[in-house]
C-alpha cells in the first residue's frame, strides 16, 4: 500500500472513530442544557448568620452536665497547672485571648498564635471533629465578612 493510501485510510479510520465517539458521548453530554447551579449555604454570605458571637455560640452550657464554655476549660486547664488562671481578665472571646496569642504576642510570651490554634482544632481530625461533622467547618461560624472590603475579622462576644 502506498504511503498516499496509508494516510488516507488512516484519516478515514480517526474520522469514523471520532464520529462514533461523538455520538457515545452525546449520551452522556447534552449541549445546551447545563445543570443549574447552586448557591452553598454559607452562614454571614449566603443564609442568616446564627454564629454572631463567634466561639461563645457554640461553647456554651448546654446543661448541668455539659458544660462547653472556654471558662469552664481555662479553668480546669489552670487546675491541672496548663494554663494561667485569667478569670478575671477575660470578658469577652477570643478577642480578650489575643492578650497572649496574637501572632506578635505569642513570640514574646512563648505561647501558641491563636489562629494555627483553633484552626488545628476545629479543622483536623476529619469525621471525628464535632466542627466538621456537625458545622461543615464553615469558616463563617468564627470569621465575618466585611462585605464592603473584603477583609475578615474574628468574632468574639460574652461568654453566656
Known amino acids: 500500500m502506498g504511503k498516499r493510501k496509508r494516510r488516507v485510510t488512516l484519516a478515514v479510520l480517526l474520522a469514523a472513530g471520532m464520529m462514533l465517539l461523538l455520538l457515545r458521548g452525546m449520551a452522556f453530554v447534552t449541549f445546551g442544557q447545563e445543570e443549574e447551579a447552586t448557591v452553598p449555604e454559607i452562614p454571614g454570605i449566603t443564609v442568616d448568620d446564627v454564629h454572631v458571637n463567634g466561639c461563645v455560640d457554640c461553647h456554651r452550657k448546654a446543661d448541668p452536665e455539659k458544660d462547653y464554655r472556654i471558662s469552664t476549660n481555662l479553668r480546669e486547664l489552670a487546675e491541672k497547672g496548663k494554663h494561667p ?24 510570651m512563648g505561647t501558641e498564635p491563636l489562629a494555627s490554634m483553633l484552626h488545628r482544632f476545629h479543622l483536623l481530625g476529619g ?15 468564627c470569621h465575618a465578612l466585611n462585605k464592603d472590603t473584603g477583609e475578615f475579622s474574628i468574632k468574639s462576644g460574652k461568654e453566656q
Open 85 to 108: 488562671n485569667v478569670e478575671d481578665s477575660i470578658k469577652t472571646i477570643p478577642g480578650d485571648c489575643l492578650t497572649c496569642h496574637s501572632e506578635s504576642a505569642a513570640k514574646m
Open 127 to 141: 469525621e471525628e471533629n464535632h466542627f466538621i461533622t456537625n458545622d461543615r467547618g464553615q469558616c463563617t461560624h
